[in-house]
């Protein structure tokens, strides 16, 4: 594949789970990746291994610094030679206690760090790039990666903080898919059901086990983080303007609304 050929992206979160998938495929398809990590270097530089030379650039950041956002926007964009075409928000935390029956201090940690990592930073991505696209009057792409549990909650208690947050920055990417259609800014959300990541499977265990979990799937199975990185790979090539400001659920016929 290479009808991505000439745009670049930005793929937060890339060293794991979603984000190292939707990394991986967008090389595949010929995209300029910027794969942001926090941590996990070695695992962002394991999703773009198949990049050809210069065609991946690795970008650290702590997106719970603000100073850190920015400047991640600003190198995103120094390493593509201008605006990012794709801003991929994929990364995201979801604290396993901080529910309402857990202390005061667990329940503190996992909203600030959840409203911080989950919202401020990407929205404060999606205004520097939709600020930038417009004075540049170029046209750009915002891809959110959601979850169902923002229409219809978590079986995890431990994880409000989490729901709360991905409907938070869900609203804040309708808005934009609003407001810019006409300027030719488009924005997607994809919420994806029970996906095979280890962030899944953690809160599996707060939830009965993986066992349990999968017996309540009508597939049988979760959903693959390839499933969701063909899906933004789709959304990037600019094929699907009228389908600006969806939602796109992707959980195996889990929820069917």
């Excluded at 503190?108 to 404060?124: G, K």
């Excluded at 979850?147 to 869900?170: D, E, H, L, M």
């Amino acid at each position: 594949m290479s009808h991505l050929a000439g745009r670049s992206v930005l793929v937060t979160g890339a060293s794991k789970g979603i984000g190292a998938a939707i990394a991986t495929a967008m090389v595949a398809a010929g995209a300029r990746v910027v794969a942001h990590y926090g941590g996990d270097r070695a695992g962002a530089e394991a999703a773009v291994a198949d990049a050809a030379e210069g065609q991946a650039v690795l970008v650290q950041a702590d997106l719970s610094d603000r100073d850190a956002v920015a400047r991640l926007w600003q190198e995103a964009c120094e390493a593509a030679g201008g605006p990012v075409d794709v801003l991929v928000n994929n990364a995201g935390i979801m604290a396993q206690a901080g529910g309402i029956e857990d202390d005061a201090a667990a329940w503190d940690t996992a909203w600030s760090r959840s409203m911080a990592i989950n919202v401020e930073a990407p929205a404060m991505l999606m205004r520097l790039a939709v600020r930038d696209w417009l004075a540049a009057e170029r046209t750009g792409a915002v891809i959110a990666i959601g979850s169902w549990v923002t229409t219809r909650g978590t079986s995890n208690p431990g994880a409000i903080a989490y729901a709360a947050s991905k409907a938070a920055i869900a609203a804040a990417t309708k808005t934009v898919a609003r407001n810019y259609a006409g300027r030719g800014i488009l924005a997607y959300v994809i919420a994806p059901g029970v996906v095979d990541t280890q962030m899944s499977v953690a809160s599996a265990d707060k939830t009965g086990g993986a066992a349990a979990v999968t017996a309540g799937l009508p597939m049988g199975e979760w959903v693959p983080p390839s499933d969701i990185a063909e899906l933004a790979v789709f959304l990037a090539g600019g094929r699907a303007r009228h389908l600006t400001g969806a939602t796109i659920d992707l959980n195996g016929a889990a929820y069917i609304r």
